[in-house]
């Protein structure tokens, strides 16, 4: 039965690679900030060493761990094809199941990935034990090195299996949002860590990541090299505490998911209806759609991802360009912002999916659509922009350079929501089902969502170079001038001449071709 579930296992993930060839770029991501990650703890780790800090063995052992952690919930592999609920009916026991899904875990990327930063990890540290004089305790650090491994693989396949396990959809939603927002502050945080905005007590981390169970073994090996026998038996303890609770959580969890297909969902279906018209929005059609599309903002976990991953990518650029007088990052997340409003209107039917059925029966009107579809983007991206260029201006002093940041991001978003229109009607693809972990979208990585995405941020800017130029070479004589006043009306006038034929242009192509792009959306990704 193993053997037949491995050769299943490697069957399904070759199809799936091969028919969603876009996993490639998440796998590729994974393994460069996987293997930077290896190379930076490996370096610090040695670099403590030779400072006489052995203790920094539980380094990278706990921030290894709790890395992989962090990214097998956040991010649970697509790689792995086999699903236990599809063997419920069949005749097996789950005690036949277990060695082989529990070996096609380890059989994926991920799984090499992490074998791969062990050996990194080893040799860093085996490099500082011997140019301290401490060979002798390469066995015991070969052996906290194996532990932190099985450390985990053991929990993060637990804490997905788990994450499957734990109660309704809605529950997941909120861990998935949970873990997606996580993943962008670890990322953020790595990179301010990076480029040296924030200080960083590593000897005092080293002392307390030996006492938990995430670099607990690789504290022992350092206390032994330091001669504390002591504190080398009671971390060694604390290392390992948890793998076998682990393990066996991993079996459990593992063994009961062979039947959660049988688990009914109706407690899910009891739940009360929401209002469907937000105050004082009018009640017409076009209302609705507004209030709809609003409220979905905020239900829905995949455009809730987004809304909040921008605006946290964006606070990155100004935290990190303030705290770096050297880099001036903190602009290009104004301009960032600003674009960011195509995004939110750029596959507003692929995200409706079957739904656009219910607006074609109805009879709702393409223009309409289009100008509800607009509005809602403006009424999140424009508060967004304008906070944003706010806080830029009192940490710049309200300079120039932040006039024409400010009159160039406010008076794009007009042309933002004009181009999205576009190519949410030329460029339409399937998004995921609701509720699918953000981490876990596949549908971001198809050739229609990259045209989306980077042809978003050029069409945006490239009607308004030349208004952006004239008060660029206008600055020098001040915001006054002619010149700067003139690239000030070319993009509010360029801006709105977008705006205005790209959603005509948009609804005329919508109610002559709804049913094609219905049926290039009607399946989820």
Not at 133 to 142: E, T
Not at 345 to 355: E, I, M, Q, S
Request: charged share 10%; aromatic share 12%; glycine share 12%.
């Amino acid at each position: 039965m193993t053997r037949t579930l491995l050769r299943l296992h490697r069957t399904l993930r070759k199809r799936s690679l091969k028919a969603q060839r876009s996993q490639w770029f998440m796998i590729i991501f994974i393994w460069i900030y996987g293997l930077m990650g290896a190379l930076s703890l490996g370096g610090l780790t040695l670099a403590e060493q030779l400072n006489g800090n052995q203790a920094a063995l539980s380094l990278s052992l706990g921030v290894g761990v709790l890395a992989y952690w962090v990214l097998a919930f956040i991010y649970p592999s697509s790689e792995n094809q086999l699903t236990p609920g599809w063997f419920a009916p069949l005749p097996v026991a789950a005690a036949d199941l277990l060695p082989g899904f529990i070996l096609a875990a380890l059989l994926q990327s991920r799984g090499y990935l992490v074998v791969l930063n062990s050996l990194i990890t080893f040799g860093f540290g085996t490099a500082g034990l011997v140019l301290t004089g401490h060979a002798w305790v390469i066995p015991f650090w070969f052996l906290a090195v194996v532990a932190a491994l099985g450390l985990s693989i053991c929990g993060a396949e637990a804490w997905m299996v788990l994450g499957v396990l734990s109660g309704g959809r809605s529950r997941r939603e909120k861990l998935s949002m949970a873990g997606g927002v996580g993943f962008i502050v670890i990322i953020i945080g790595f990179n301010l860590v990076v480029n040296s905005t924030i200080g960083v007590d590593t000897a005092r981390i080293t002392r307390i990541l030996g006492y938990t169970p995430f670099g607990g073994a690789g504290g022992a090996a350092g206390s032994l090299a330091d001669g504390a026998w002591g504190t080398a038996v009671l971390q060694a303890l604390i290392g390992i505490v948890l793998l076998p609770v682990l393990w066996g959580a991993w079996r459990r969890a593992l063994t009961r998911s062979f039947t959660q297909v049988t688990e009914s969902s109706s407690g899910s279906r009891s739940r009360s209806r929401g209002r469907l018209m937000l105050p004082g929005v009018p009640a017409t059609v076009g209302g609705a759609v507004y209030s709809r599309g609003l409220m979905y903002w905020t239900r829905d976990s995949r455009l809730l991802y987004n809304l909040v991953s921008l605006p946290l990518f964006s606070v990155f650029f100004l935290v990190l360009g303030t705290t770096n007088e050297d880099s001036p990052v903190e602009w290009f997340g104004a301009y960032m912002m600003a674009a960011a409003a195509t995004q939110y209107v750029a596959n507003a039917y692929g995200y409706d999916g079957p739904a656009n059925w219910v607006h074609m029966t109805a009879g709702v009107p393409a223009r309409v659509m289009v100008r509800a579809r607009a509005a809602v983007a403006a009424t999140i991206s424009v508060p967004a922009v304008v906070l944003y260029d706010t806080a830029l201006g009192v940490l710049s002093g309200f300079s120039p350079l932040w006039v024409l940041t400010t009159v160039t991001t406010i008076g794009a978003i007009p042309a933002a929501l004009g181009f999205g229109s576009l190519l949410s009607v030329f460029n339409p693809f399937p998004a995921s089902r609701p509720g699918t972990n953000p981490m876990k979208d596949r549908s971001g990585y198809s050739g229609a969502a990259f045209i989306a995405a980077f042809g978003g941020l050029l069409g945006v800017w490239l009607p308004l170079v030349p208004g952006i130029i004239m008060m660029v070479i206008g600055r020098g004589d001040g915001v006054g001038s002619p010149l700067f006043l003139g690239g000030t009306s070319w993009i509010i006038i360029i801006s709105a001449v977008v705006y205005v034929v790209g959603t005509r242009v948009s609804a005329r192509k919508l109610d002559s071709s709804w049913p094609e792009i219905f049926g290039k959306v009607r399946r989820y990704a």
